[in-house]
């Protein structure tokens, strides 16, 4: 059995959205430039392009250049509303994971108010990613468990790489 014991509070949200900030600056940042290549040759370079087209190319440049820091700006603001709200979201509530062959536990307790137990198998689960510090076992796109390295208190990470290549084939990502 190979066990985890770590926290739910704001340190594993950060670990989580620095990674997936990642993502989202790669897909804006692809957007920006295709704006901005329309826009100078919407704009500046088709020699004769009609007047609403060198506009529409103003737009796409100027548009190109704002919509990242943008979007980018009200997703910071929405992550820390939402951490706001989670109550859950704290040095009190303690987080177990544990892992064998064939299922994982994961006990959540937040002092005498809150305690839940889920016990799963790894289907259940819809891929992992090992990062150099952390796991992060995705339930859904957007909705994860975040496990530091760190937390390891029993077993070892290689038996547990060992077992998630398994269950996960080429849905266990390592990224470093």
């Known amino acids: 059995m190979i066990e985890f014991q770590t926290k739910m509070n704001n340190e594993a949200v950060k670990s989580l959205t620095k990674m997936e ?13 295709l704006f901005i290549v329309f826009g100078v040759l919407f704009a500046f370079i088709l020699p004769n392009a ?9 737009f796409l440049l100027v ?13 910071n603001a929405a992550q820390k509303k939402t951490n706001k709200s989670m109550k859950l979201l704290s040095e009190d509530t303690e987080v177990t994971y544990k892992f ?25 689960f819809f891929q992992v990613i090992k990062t150099k ?10 909705q994860c468990h975040v496990i530091p390295k760190d937390s390891l208190v029993s077993g070892n990470l290689e038996d547990l790489d060992q077992i998630l290549r398994r269950h996960f084939g080429t849905k266990f990502i390592e990224k470093n």
């Open 21 to 33: 900030k990642k993502k989202v600056m790669k897909f804006l940042i692809g957007f920006a430039v």
């Open 100 to 124: 064998d062959d064939d299922k994982v536990w994961i006990i959540q307790q937040k002092g005498e108010d809150f305690k839940a137990t889920t016990e799963a198998a790894y289907r259940y």
């Open 63 to 75: 548009f190109g250049v704002i919509y990242p820091p943008i979007v980018f700006f009200i997703a």
């Open 50 to 58: 009609s007047e609403d087209l060198k506009q529409l190319g103003i």
């Open 133 to 142: 510090t952390h796991y992060f076992l995705y339930i859904a796109n957007t």
